[in-house]
């Protein structure tokens, strides 16, 4: 009888034990960036370009603060949870991923990679994942109801601009064909 007893506390123990750290399902990656900042652009093409290298459990999501009074003061807020020294308070390209975080980022491998590990440490279970933005975000919203963030992720980012790239090709297609059927009928007269 004592040997099922132990053998029931031995298994709840396990259940327990094994619940005790919980692996992240899914980590987010912000990027708090400035309008036509060139360290934020450079850095956000090459994620872009090297999105297959992202694991699919990992997602980015924008912030842009110059422009968008809302989204400075969450990274504020957020740069205030993380105590971020005051000199680098209001840098962008600012990467939080979980608790940690990157100032300054220029489009190269080695802070790309950089980046990834930040979050692939919550993915391997090396660090318990707290979302700090996420937190930033409700303490922010229970201050203010009305405040109005503007978020995008890669996809919505790079879908927008592919959008303006065809407009702007698709103008300019119709005035060179314009300019030569000009020529053309110019010369006919």
């Known amino acids: 009888m004592k040997k099922y007893l132990l053998l029931v506390i ?14 992240a399902q899914e980590v987010t990656i912000y990027f ?5 900042c060139p360290h934020c652009e450079d850095s956000l093409d090459f994620i872009n370009n090297n999105k297959d290298k992202i694991d699919s459990r990992i ?5 842009e ?18 105590e971020v020294p005051e000199t680098k308070k209001e840098s962008v390209p600012f990467i939080v991923v979980g608790n940690t ?3 300054g980022m220029d489009g190269t491998l080695s802070d790309f990679n950089e980046m990834l590990e930040m979050a692939k440490k919550y ?12 937190l930033a975000t409700s303490e922010l919203k229970k201050e203010n109801k009305d405040i109005k963030l503007k ?12 959008v303006a790239s065809y407009i702007v090709f ?8 314009s300019f030569i059927g000009f020529i053309v009928f110019s010369r006919k007269n």
């Open 59 to 63: 997602k980015i999501v924008t912030y």
């Open 65 to 82: 603060v110059w422009k968008n009074k809302n989204n400075e003061k969450l990274h504020q807020a957020v740069a205030d949870k993380l």
């Open 32 to 36: 708090f960036r400035g309008y036509d």
């Open 101 to 103: 975080y990157q100032v």
């Open 10 to 23: 031995a298994m709840i123990g396990m259940l327990f034990g094994g619940l005790s750290k919980v692996q």
């Open 151 to 162: 978020s995008y992720t890669l996809e919505q980012l790079y879908a927008d601009n592919k």
């Open 123 to 134: 993915l391997d279970e090396e660090e318990e994942y707290t979302d700090i933005v996420k």
């Open 170 to 177: 698709g103008v300019f297609g119709v005035l060179v064909i």
